[in-house]
């Protein structure tokens, strides 16, 4: 299993940080990205899956929603994320920059004033099937601002991130596999993507052309509500547990 971990990663990360050097930080509590890095974060979508299909609904899910969430930083200027599949094949960007925010986070192990970083992607049933159908997602975060260093000690990287599958009636938090920290010194290649949610697969899109494929909405800000401690166990108990400053 860890074998096919490393392998999907490097392939996924292969084929689009050409001459990129790939690091496993699965277990890790910090990373440090210098203005280009990339951490890479595959996105397990089996308990969606399941629930999905016993009330009868699509097994690929069309809403992903996520926050990272690490001690606070300063000066950070801002990331950019895509969602692609397992072997790079299809992928779509977030279709614009994210921005740190700040909050507080309070668990059995953290309790105090955090950073975050969320997002959310809208997939047509298409495009969730070209990306979640062969397998894991993977997220993509790449740091565009000044190096920046992500850690929420004790928690390691993998459980930094929380993530929401939906579609439909149905909402499960996803669960994290293996975390690859990725250097490079360029942009990422062109995404395979779609114009329009009725366009077969294989329509090669170049990054120019990206914000014809969806237009993002701000994640909600309820994504930051302050709660009581307990277990990193999913982005809906993250929904509870972060808030936002000056609420």
């Not at 969430?69 to 200027?77: D, E, K, L, N, R």
């Amino acid at each position: 299993m860890k074998l096919y971990l490393v392998l999907l990663m490097s392939m996924f990360a292969a084929s689009r940080l050409a001459g990129a050097t790939i690091v496993d930080v699965t277990n890790n509590n910090t990373a440090q990205l210098q203005t280009g890095d990339t951490l890479a974060f595959e996105i397990l979508s089996g308990s969606f899956s399941r629930n999905a299909t016993t009330f009868g609904l699509s097994p690929n899910p069309t809403e992903i929603s996520f926050a990272l969430v690490f001690a606070p930083i300063a000066g950070s200027g801002g990331f950019s994320a895509w969602l692609g599949s397992a072997d790079g094949s299809v992928s779509v960007d977030i279709g614009k920059p994210l921005s740190v925010q700040d909050g507080s986070f309070s668990s059995s192990g953290y309790q105090g004033a955090v950073s975050t970083l969320q997002g959310f992607f809208q997939l047509s049933p298409l495009l969730s099937q070209g990306i979640f159908a062969g397998g894991p997602a993977i997220l993509t975060l790449r740091n565009d601002g000044p190096g920046v260093t992500l850690d929420l000690a004790p928690y390691t990287l993998r459980q930094d991130l929380f993530v929401s599958l939906a579609g439909g009636p149905l909402s499960v938090g996803g669960l994290i596999g293996g975390v690859t920290l990725g250097f490079e010194d360029f942009p990422p290649l062109g995404y395979m993507n779609f114009e329009s949610f009725d366009t077969p697969l294989g329509q090669i899109e170049s990054t120019a052309n990206q914000e014809t494929v969806s237009t993002v909405p701000e994640p909600d800000s309820s994504i930051l509500v302050l709660a009581g401690g307990g277990a990193l166990c999913g982005f809906s108990v993250l929904l509870n547990r972060i808030s936002r400053r000056g609420k």
